[in-house]
């Protein structure tokens, strides 16, 4: 396997026993580390070139303390700037649920754990904050898919809304309102129906959903592990329906966490929760340091 950053930025650090500031030679030897070790988390070139650019710019003529290591130092520039490029403003898990029903529009592609998401969102929404939510599954060509949130629903003693044959996704979306607000729900999730690929057919019938239902967010879910081809859903995604945030599932596996960079920094939208697990629990707020650690390793 690969040697982490760390590793590799203290042998890079190694023959300099200097103290003092951080010359350009050393920053520039060092930086190479630092873009290899970027393109192997899977951070696209374009993101890990102005990455490296802004780093090179804090770092050179930095001051090397007695305490540090030109090494550590040069780690730590790192891991603050990364920090600083995943953050967004505000706290990232914080839905916007007020004036209720809330709709809030779960979209992505089939298989990236939309579905699941859905429910681990609603289980959250409604423990720890004690909402009433309403599920909705509008994936008309997949029954499977509408039965699967059913029984999510059950499972985590989240309501679904009733599965009616023969209707649309924007008449479910509107049925799923009606519901919401007669039966006093303060939120209600719209679980859009993914495809293996984004296509037009796709992308109008969210916008349809969309301009119905009215979202107070839309979060697109993703696989965390798909790497580059995530980055491309977003923007794809993004452009096309408007997007409150991003999901980046299956964090749990090993993957080293590039995706999140090139997320926020080509699309410039936040990521909100990361997936963690098949199980209705596993899914966190995002928190940037978590990301930033995986990748420098
Ligand atoms: P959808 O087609 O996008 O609705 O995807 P599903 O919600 O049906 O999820 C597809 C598979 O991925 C299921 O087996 C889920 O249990 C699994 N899955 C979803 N999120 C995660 C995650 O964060 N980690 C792991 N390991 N598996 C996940």
Redesign the pocket.
């Known amino acids: 396997m690969f040697e982490n950053l760390s590793e590799r930025l203290s042998g890079v650090f190694d023959r300099l026993t200097k103290q003092g500031a951080l010359s350009e030679d050393d920053v520039r030897t060092a930086m190479r580390e630092v873009r290899v070790a970027l393109l192997e988390a899977d951070v696209s070139l374009p993101v890990a070139r102005d990455f490296v650019k802004a780093v090179t710019a804090k770092a050179t003529g930095a001051a090397v303390t007695k305490s540090v290591t030109p090494g550590q130092q040069v780690i730590k520039i790192v891991h603050d700037e990364l920090i600083n490029t995943l953050s967004g403003e505000g706290d990232p898990g914080e839905l916007k649920i007020d004036n209720p029903p809330a709709p809030i529009l779960m979209v992505?592609?089939?298989?990236?754990?939309?579905?699941?998401?859905t429910a681990k969102l609603a289980k959250r929404l409604t423990e720890r904050e004690g909402k009433r939510v309403l599920m909705a599954s509008l994936d008309v060509n997949r029954p499977a898919?509408m039965e699967?949130l059913a029984i999510l629903g059950t499972q985590i003693g989240v309501q679904t809304l009733p599965i009616v044959k023969g209707e649309t996704p924007v008449q479910i979306a509107k049925r799923a309102k009606q519901q919401a607000t007669l039966g006093g729900f303060d939120v209600y999730m719209l679980?859009t129906a993914?495809r293996l690929s984004i296509d037009e057919q796709l992308m109008a019938e969210v916008e349809a959903v969309r301009d119905v239902a009215n979202p107070r967010e839309t979060l697109l879910?993703v696989d965390g592990l798909t790497g580059q081809d995530a980055v491309h859903t977003a923007e794809n995604f993004d452009g096309q329906i408007g997007i409150t945030g991003v999901v980046l599932?299956?964090?749990?596996?090993d993957g080293r966490g590039g995706a999140a960079l090139s997320m926020r920094a080509i699309t410039g939208k936040p990521i909100r929760f990361v997936?963690?697990?098949?199980k209705m629990d596993?899914i966190e707020t995002f928190e940037p340091s978590r990301i930033a650690d995986r990748i420098l390793g």
């Open positions: 992505g592609l089939q298989g990236s754990g939309k579905t699941t998401t898919a699967q679980d993914g879910v599932t299956r964090m749990d596996g997936g963690l697990g098949e596993a």
